[in-house]
Antibody
């Protein structure tokens, strides 16, 4: 079964750091680009970051550029998102999603991040 | 960056047809994908490349794309179709390549 499982969310103070992980299974992870997408409470979906299959291409939304770092380990079938200098507006459920052409065809269940003092 | 505009809400009676629009500048020149999100759940891809359906998605879901508007059509609407729907495009010319629409809440009356 194709599956993505996020972990690492939690409560963090403003200015703090958190590292999210996404464990992939059931498909050839190294053949797929990956995305992180987030959803603030009561809001729509917001694309956060993209990484190509071999990590040669990486993009970030303006809202997180310079603070977040995406990475992957194809040998471990894992995707990470290092989040630094967190702000209240980063509070959201974070999803990892498999890229399929220009779409995202497999989504994890998400991990919740709350930035609050 | 590229902007996609959707109506905030669409209401439809069971058995009828719901049409959800997604507006963008010359969106017909791009491939449009649609994601369904039920309350408390992760999104699910229901249409990709304008009109293709992933396996397991009912034929009642269809899509079209032309000019400045893409449309997701849900025929013979069921109570279980009540959800938020997001259009999404990949803008290959941008370093912010993935863009989501504003989302549409479909309510089954």
């Amino acid at each position: 079964e194709v599956q993505l499982v996020e972990s690492g969310g939690g409560l963090v103070q403003p200015g703090g750091s958190l590292r999210l992980s996404c464990a992939a299974s059931g498909f050839i992870f190294s053949s797929h680009s990956m995305n992180w997408v987030r959803q603030a409470p009561g809001k729509g979906l917001e694309w956060v970051s993209y990484i190509s299959s071999s990590s040669t291409a990486i993009y970030y939304a303006d809202s997180v550029k310079g603070r977040f770092t995406i990475s992957r380990d194809n040998a471990k079938h894992s995707l990470d998102l290092q989040m630094n200098s967190l702000r209240a507006e980063d509070t959201a459920v974070y999803y990892c999603a498999r890229v399929h052409g220009g779409s995202m065809d497999v989504w994890g269940k998400g991990t919740s991040v709350t930035v609050s003092s | 960056s590229y902007v996609l505009t959707q109506p905030p809400s669409v209401s439809v009676a069971p058995g009828k047809t719901a049409r959800i629009t997604c507006g963008g500048n010359n969106i017909g020149s791009k491939s449009v994908h649609w994601h369904q999100q039920k309350p408390g759940q992760a999104p699910v891809l229901v249409i990709y490349y304008d009109s293709d359906r992933p396996s397991g998605i009912p034929e009642r879901f269809s899509g079209s794309n032309s000019g400045n508007t893409a449309t997701l059509t849900i025929s013979r609407v069921e109570a279980g179709d009540e959800a938020d729907y997001y259009c999404q495009v990949w803008d290959s010319s941008s370093d912010h390549p993935y863009v989501f629409g504003t989302g549409t809440k479909v309510t089954v009356l």
